[in-house]
């Protein structure tokens, strides 16, 4: 089919869950994609934050083709080899102790809270316990992930949600505090919010939850699907403020393309789900978990925490020369390799001259430019991006 064809029959086959932009992409290589016409794009949103290593890397290719020779499923009635290999590999990167494996950020986010409520129905026999989450946030669209996302849109036409979530502000630590009580089991949060606008963690309130967590007797959840793996320069995001979760999910670059996902807890929390508790299908498949175990090796081989540490410094500094230059630009925020570009206007026409000038942008919240590129970028494909971005901010002014 051509590009015509091809999004003439989606838009009458799909259900429109998304507005696309017109491009149907063909290829990618290193960090650029190629549409169907042969037109380049210098990529910097990596398929939301998950084409951490770039495209077309031979080793990865290479990985998963030699797993398909093998042996792709069996259930998880049986052992396999990568499923163990990702979980060594796992565990050792992240300091926590057992991991169930997903396939996707939203099955890591329900697995998460399932725990935590089991966690606490062992200690009182009661399921009525409460978890506090953020205003902002965002966790995903089933119905156990919706229900701990900070964005009444997303939950208004899905209700009634699960009972039980209550809301702070992030950062704010006596929000979190107020909203603490006897049938508080469980505080989630991003380390870095994504969709609310990439605002970090401050250390104070990281470090105030966790303090309030060991007090209380709360389980800390921490949710680095978008930050995680490697995306700020340390492996996981919290790594950088010195706590360490009681829960962790994990999704998007774990697998490079290929939906795999987890949640991980510590050995205490970790023995609440027996046998029958929770299960997944496809989950730990030997496919999923080859691609994870050639991640975390690449990881090491390329040097990546090392590229993206020096790197986002760069990027950094261009972005906030934008700042400087443009009325429109009124602010920079972010860790590593994923940062945010707040304007005075809807992202959204600057983000469609960007793919006119052959650069992929998202958006963050409703005004913040999201730079979550691959984690191989160099300096010279920020010197790219900022040439392209500036053009793109010209043509809006």
């Known amino acids: 089919m051509n590009t015509e ?11 429109h869950t ?11 290589d290193g960090v650029k994609l190629y549409d169907t016409n042969g037109k380049e794009y210098l990529d910097f949103g990596a398929g939301i934050a998950v084409f951490a290593l770039g495209y077309n ?18 259930s998880n009635y049986f052992y396999n080899e990568p499923a163990v290999q990702a979980a060594e590999a796992i565990t050792k990167a992240s300091g926590m102790d057992r991991v169930f494996f997903t396939n996707s950020g939203t099955e890591s986010i329900e697995g998460a809270i399932k725990l935590a409520k089991k966690v606490a129905y062992l200690k009182t026999g009661n399921t009525d316990h409460e978890i506090i989450a953020m205003n902002h946030s965002f966790h995903g669209r089933s119905m156990g992930a919706l229900a701990v996302t900070g964005n009444k849109h997303y939950q208004e036409a899905f209700g009634p949600m699960i009972p039980g979530i209550k809301f702070a502000e992030y950062n704010d630590l006596d929000s979190v505090k107020a909203l603490v009580n006897d049938k508080t089991c469980a505080i989630l949060f991003e380390t870095v919010q994504g969709e ?22 709360i389980l800390l959840i921490l949710d ?16 950088q403020y010195g706590v360490k979760p009681d829960i962790l999910t994990v999704a ?10 987890a949640f991980l807890a510590t050995e205490e929390v970790a023995k ?13 498949n030997p496919l999923a978990c080859a691609a994870a175990v050639k991640v975390f090796e690449l990881f090491e081989k390329q040097h990546v925490l090392e590229n993206v540490k020096t790197v986002s410094t760069y990027l950094e500094e261009q972005l906030d020369k934008i700042v400087a230059d443009y009325e429109i630009a009124t602010d920079r925020r972010g860790m590593g390799l994923m940062q945010g570009l707040e304007l005075t206007i809807n992202p959204k026409d600057v983000i469609a001259a960007a793919l006119d000038n052959g650069l992929i942008l998202f958006s963050a919240g409703t005004n913040v430019i999201r730079f979550v590129p691959p984690l191989v970028i160099t300096k010279s494909d920020v010197d790219e991006m900022i040439i392209k971005l500036r053009k793109s901010l010209d043509s809006v002014q």
Request: glycine share 14%; net charge neutral; aromatic share 8%.
């Open 5 to 15: 064809k091809i999004i003439e029959t989606a838009e009458e086959k799909l259900i």
């Open 18 to 28: 998304y507005n696309r932009y017109q491009i149907v992409l063909d290829k990618g």
């Open 57 to 74: 890397n031979k080793e990865y290719n290479d990985a998963l083709k030699a797993q398909i020779d093998k042996l792709i499923h069996t």
């Open 196 to 217: 609310g606008g990439i605002y970090p963690a401050k250390k104070e309130f990281i470090e105030g939850v966790r303090k309030l967590c060991d007090e209380k007797g």
């Open 224 to 239: 680095e699907i978008q930050c995680g793996m490697g995306r700020t320069g340390s492996m996981f995001a919290f790594q």
């Open 252 to 261: 998007k670059a774990l697998g490079c393309g290929v939906p795999v996902g």
């Open 272 to 284: 609440a789900l027996v046998p029958g508790d929770h299960g997944t299908t496809y989950g730990g």
